[in-house]
């Protein structure tokens, strides 16, 4: 008999919880074998951990963690995968954008043997701007990071108890967890589905938030940034090279007269701010590789219900 492990991460998610979970007694969890869901409150401001213990009460099958502060959503996640029991585990949203029938698809493929099931999206019923930065974010990753990403992404999806394993050796603090799945392999198959607009709640998903995840996904994943600046030095190089001998050739020829002023101010400005920008690009990778040389775990857990020995990592 074969346990599902279904992990949701939980983040100011107090209008949808209880919703979440009634349309996941009604739809899904009669139709399995054996099931176990991991409520992660990844440190909310309202009173989600207590609708997380109120569903615990009522299911003895539901576990909650919560975390000591806001650690983000990819060490929420983290945290599921590493505490499930389960012998493959899928990642639900709390705010109900995905229907929950899709969880059965995406068990009935692990049943054949795929060791990996991603829950691509074909379609999305969500605010222009949502979709527009969505898109161009994807897009993004299929050029520099990752071209098996699927064209309209995913957020959902199902590991084997192996990946489960393979993945709990990712734990990095900053980082993408869509684009780790992709990276430990595995067998994998895909089912499709169309994201639903969002009927209650606000989503917590801000500007600055969206903007770390870009940066994580490309500075963890490519030597794009990197590439970048080598290539920029060499063709600065070799423009200021082929410069310095027009200069040189007519300074011999007596053709230079004081002028210029203003595109050499052109070019001190702009060669400076690129300096800056590569600065910052090589920052980025300083900053992560000092990260992770503290060695500070990923979460940590303040309490638990239906607890298991895992209060750090």
Same mark, same amino acid.
């Given at each position: 008999?074969? =346990?599902?492990?279904?992990?949701?991460?939980? @983040?100011?998610?107090? /209008?949808?919880?209880?919703?979440?979970?009634?349309?996941?007694?009604?739809? $899904?969890?009669?139709?399995?074998?054996? @099931?176990?869901?991991?409520?992660? /409150?990844?440190?909310?401001?309202?009173? *989600?951990?207590?609708?997380? &213990?109120?569903?615990?009460?009522? /299911?003895?099958? $539901?576990? +909650?963690?919560?975390?000591?502060?806001?650690?983000?959503?990819?060490?929420?996640?983290?945290?599921?995968?590493?505490?499930?029991?389960?012998?493959?585990?899928?990642?639900?949203?709390?705010?109900? #954008?995905?229907?929950?029938?899709?969880?059965?698809?995406?068990?009935?493929?692990?049943?054949?043997?795929?060791?990996?099931?991603?829950?691509?999206?074909?379609?999305? &019923?969500?605010?222009?701007?949502?979709?527009?930065?969505?898109?161009?974010?994807? &897009?993004?990753?299929?050029?520099?990071?990752?071209?098996?990403?699927?064209?309209?992404?995913? /957020?959902?999806?199902?590991?084997?108890?192996?990946?489960?394993?393979?993945?709990?050796?990712?734990?990095?603090?900053?980082?993408?967890?869509?684009?780790?799945?992709?990276?430990?392999?595995? #067998?994998?198959?895909?089912?499709? @589905? $169309?994201?639903?607009?969002?009927?209650?709640? =606000?989503?917590?998903?801000?500007?600055?938030? =969206?903007? =770390?995840?870009? %940066?994580?996904? +490309?500075?963890?994943?490519?030597?794009?940034?990197?590439?970048?600046?080598?290539?920029?030095?060499?063709?600065?190089?070799?423009?200021?090279?082929?410069?310095?001998?027009?200069?040189?050739?007519?300074?011999?020829?007596?053709?230079?007269?004081?002028?210029?002023?203003?595109?050499?101010?052109?070019? $001190?400005?702009?060669?400076?701010?690129?300096?800056?920008?590569?600065?910052?690009?090589?920052?980025?990778?300083?900053?992560?590789?000092?990260?992770?040389?503290?060695?500070?775990?990923?979460?940590?857990?303040?309490?638990? %219900?239906?607890?298991?020995?895992? *209060?750090?990592?």
């Amino acid at each position: 008999m074969s =346990k599902l492990s279904i992990i949701i991460p939980v @983040y100011y998610s107090a /209008d949808t919880l209880m919703d979440c979970y009634n349309d996941l007694k009604e739809v $899904v969890l009669p139709k399995l074998e054996c @099931y176990e869901i991991v409520l992660v /409150d990844d440190g909310s401001g309202d009173n *989600s951990y207590e609708i997380c &213990k109120e569903i615990a009460a009522i /299911d003895s099958n $539901v576990r +909650v963690i919560k975390l000591s502060r806001n650690f983000g959503s990819h060490a929420a996640c983290y945290a599921g995968f590493v505490t499930c029991s389960g012998d493959c585990a899928m990642l639900k949203t709390a705010d109900c #954008q995905e229907p929950s029938s899709l969880i059965l698809d995406m068990y009935e493929s692990w049943k054949k043997g795929n060791k990996v099931v991603l829950a691509e999206r074909a379609g999305r &019923k969500e605010r222009f701007s949502q979709t527009i930065f969505s898109n161009s974010y994807y &897009k993004i990753v299929r050029a520099f990071v990752n071209k098996k990403m699927p064209q309209m992404g995913f /957020d959902c999806f199902l590991l084997d108890r192996r990946a489960i394993e393979a993945l709990k050796l990712l734990d990095e603090r900053h980082s993408a967890m869509a684009l780790q799945v992709l990276w430990i392999g595995f #067998q994998s198959s895909t089912v499709t @589905y $169309v994201k639903l607009a969002r009927t209650k709640g =606000k989503s917590r998903w801000t500007a600055s938030k =969206k903007i =770390k995840m870009v %940066v994580d996904s +490309v500075v963890g994943f490519s030597p794009a940034p990197v590439r970048f600046v080598e290539l920029f030095g060499v063709l600065f190089a070799a423009a200021a090279g082929v410069w310095g001998l027009w200069i040189l050739i007519a300074r011999l020829m007596g053709n230079i007269e004081i002028q210029g002023w203003t595109a050499l101010m052109i070019v $001190v400005l702009f060669s400076s701010g690129m300096i800056m920008l590569s600065l910052g690009i090589l920052g980025e990778y300083i900053w992560r590789t000092f990260d992770v040389v503290q060695n500070r775990p990923v979460y940590i857990v303040e309490e638990e %219900v239906n607890p298991k020995d895992n *209060s750090i990592k």
